[in-house]
């Protein structure tokens, strides 16, 4: 019985962590859950999975959260306090779940000699990779790709060594705006863009999958993952899903990764401990599906991508700066104070303000969080002189 710790419970992370847990009865036991502020839902997770604790990362959310969980002898908390509580409980694996920067701290926190991370946090790896994958060496704890693009290359390697890697590819769906022409995609709607053609997913991620910034985010993660270089990283539109990952070797051949598009499948592989474990989801049927496709990603309609792969070769701080002025610049499109198309523009500029001020990559939290905040402001200040204030 290994006890598992879920970061991000209440979102589709915590979903998927729920029915692999839940389809492999014997094998987990849940020490804690921890949600962002809706105490309902934390509390349904936390009694349906049994867990000991619960914490949310909003203060004010605690009443309501205790009141939920009343007669359930689960303790629980609310603050950033009670989510390091939380982490710092003992278990075996920690899902990495939370959206966001807002994920940085606690990710790093959880790491423990010993512990495996099943890590879905993007954001850790974007804004401060080095740092996080050195402090995993050094702790001893063992980084798990829970993405389902990065489960599927590390399982194609197979722990072979990366002299004999040509080239990484993950592949993309091309998101709902696959087909559509620059003005098209330049005016979409927010209704349009949140319209994935495969996975639910929250508003952020859904959005970048749209601009096509998730896929050259998770470049950015793969380079750290698998201690790889940019020039050995690519990207390929798949529209299908099937094929989620491809190694390409020094000989000629190619390994790829291949389920359909859920997220149950790679929660599998990362809770399992040298064995298959059940996910709920059938393996693909080739025949059934019929055919499948591959296009090359298109950066003038995508400049999104094209900015990450810009980031990844750049480096220092050049990946957190992206990934900042994007949470900046997609909330005010979904609060209908951008159209599509600015997201990639304002995210230009902010790069091109913060370059000015060049940064070797952060060495430690602090670092990596006072960056994110310099260029938050300076997002904000790029989108006011473009007309977009406050909301």
Request: hydrophobic fraction near 45%; glycine fraction near 10%.
């Amino acid at each position: 019985m290994r006890r598992v710790t879920i970061l991000g419970a209440t979102g589709s992370i915590g979903r998927s962590a729920r029915d692999v847990i839940e389809a492999n009865p014997g094998h987990f036991t849940v020490e804690a859950v921890v949600g962002g502020r809706d105490s309902a839902a934390l509390a349904a997770m936390a009694r349906r999975l049994g867990a000991r604790f619960a914490a949310l990362a909003e203060p004010a959310a605690l009443p309501a959260l205790r009141d939920h969980l009343a007669g359930s002898g689960i303790a629980c908390g609310a603050g950033e306090s009670a989510v390091l509580e939380a982490v710092d409980r003992p278990c075996e694996i920690v899902v990495a779940g939370i959206s966001g920067v807002a994920g940085l701290k606690p990710t790093v926190a959880a790491l423990k000699p010993g512990r495996r991370i099943a890590l879905a946090n993007k954001e850790t790896l974007v804004c401060a990779g080095a740092f996080f994958m050195a402090e995993a060496r050094r702790i001893g704890a063992t980084i798990l790709p829970l993405d389902s693009e990065h489960n599927a290359v590390a399982q194609a390697l197979a722990g072979r060594p990366l002299a004999d890697v040509a080239r990484i590819t993950l592949t993309a769906s091309g998101g709902p705006f696959r087909t559509w022409g620059k003005a098209q995609i330049d005016s979409a709607t927010r209704e349009q863009a949140l319209k994935h053609p495969n996975y639910a997913m929250g508003a952020k991620i859904t959005i970048d999958s749209a601009s096509m910034m998730n896929k050259g985010l998770e470049l950015i993660e793969a380079h750290h993952i698998f201690g790889i270089g940019h020039e050995r990283l690519g990207a390929v539109i798949h529209p299908q899903q099937i094929m989620h990952g491809l190694v390409s070797f020094t000989d000629g051949s190619v390994i790829a990764g291949m389920a359909l598009p859920d997220m149950r499948v790679p929660f599998a592989d990362c809770l399992s401990d040298g064995q298959r474990l059940a996910s709920g989801v059938a393996p693909a049927n080739l025949a059934s599906i019929g055919t499948l496709t591959f296009e090359e990603p298109d950066l003038a309609r995508f400049p999104s991508l094209g900015l990450a792969l810009s980031a990844l070769e750049a480096g220092g701080a050049a990946s957190a700066i992206l990934n900042a002025a994007n949470e900046i610049a997609v909330a005010a499109f979904l609060d209908g104070r951008l159209r599509f198309g600015e997201i990639a523009e304002v995210v230009a500029s902010t790069c091109d303000v913060m370059a000015k001020h060049r940064r070797g990559a952060p060495s430690s939290v602090d670092e990596a969080l006072e960056i994110d905040h310099i260029t938050r402001s300076a997002t904000t200040d790029v989108m006011a002189r473009r007309g977009h204030g406050s909301a």
